[in-house]
T-cell receptor, first 115, second 115 residues
Framework: AQSVTQLGSHVSVSEGALVLLRCNYS??????LFWYVQYPNQGLQLLLK??????LVKGINGFEAEFKKSETSFHLTKPSAHMSDAAEYFC?????????????FGTGTRLKVLA | ETGVTQTPRHLVMGMTNKKSLKCEQH?????MYWYKQSAKKPLELMFV???????ENNSVPSRFSPECPNSSHLFLHLHTLQPEDSALYLC??????????????FGPGTRLTVL
């Protein structure tokens, strides 16, 4: 079974600083990878997804992630943090066969942005 | 209403009560999902419905009973719950079930507390 590991359940950055949220996956086949964000009192919202078209994936709100097969990683970055980025971020991998895929989520990383 | 809505947003119930959670999607999607979100644990997929037919049941205890009367509505009927069932229950929908790149759209969740 595939899995994702998010290192660091809590990350704090200063406003304007680089955001780096880590995600490593385990998969024996090319993975389908996603980042979701959950703002307080809201459901999850898709930030970006890796579909093998390009290793650097750009998402909404200035976030991007780079797929590195050699490191089995799909880390999420943003050059300059805003206060509005404070939220919980989930990495997920889509597992299954044709017509049966389902998400396997990581445990999440809560991002705190300091003024 | 737009997107995915869930009612109630908060629910407190005793272990002998019977209650229901409601989810409605306004996106014209064919697949709907129930997830359980507990602190410090990955999101757990509970049920998947595709065109009103249950296609996934992840070994969920029978005290949770889903119902999908049509492709826009999903219910989760609860009875004789345990305190460890306290969690945030998220509903999601997607264009179809089982696709590798499916984006899922989440509702804000129902915060359930079992006393």
């Amino acid at each position: 079974a595939q899995s994702v590991t998010q290192l660091g359940s809590h990350v704090s950055v200063s406003e304007g600083a680089l955001v780096l949220l880590r995600c490593n996956y385990s998969s024996s086949v090319p993975p389908y990878l996603f980042w979701y964000v959950q703002y307080p009192n809201q459901g999850l919202q898709l930030l970006l997804k890796y579909t093998s078209a390009a290793t650097l994936v750009k998402g909404i709100n200035g976030f991007e992630a780079e797929f590195k097969k050699s490191e089995t990683s799909f880390h999420l970055t943003k050059p300059s943090a805003h206060m509005s980025d404070a939220a919980e971020y989930f990495c997920a991998v889509s597992e299954g066969t044709s017509g049966t895929y389902k998400y396997i989520f990581g445990t999440g990383t809560r991002l705190k942005v300091l003024a | 209403e737009t997107g995915v809505t869930q009612t109630p947003r908060h629910l407190v119930m005793g272990m002998t009560n019977k209650k229901s959670l409601k989810c409605e999607q306004h996106l014209g999607h064919n697949a709907m999902y129930w997830y359980k979100q507990s602190a410090k644990k990955p999101l757990e997929l509970m049920f998947v419905y595709s065109l009103e037919e249950r296609v996934e049941n992840n070994s969920v205890p029978s005290r949770f009973s889903p119902e999908c009367p049509n492709s826009s509505h999903l219910f989760l009927h609860l009875h004789t719950l345990q305190p460890e069932d306290s969690a945030l229950y998220l509903c999601a929908s997607s264009q179809q079930a089982g696709g590798a790149y499916n984006e899922q759209f989440f509702g804000p969740g129902t915060r359930l507390t079992v006393l």
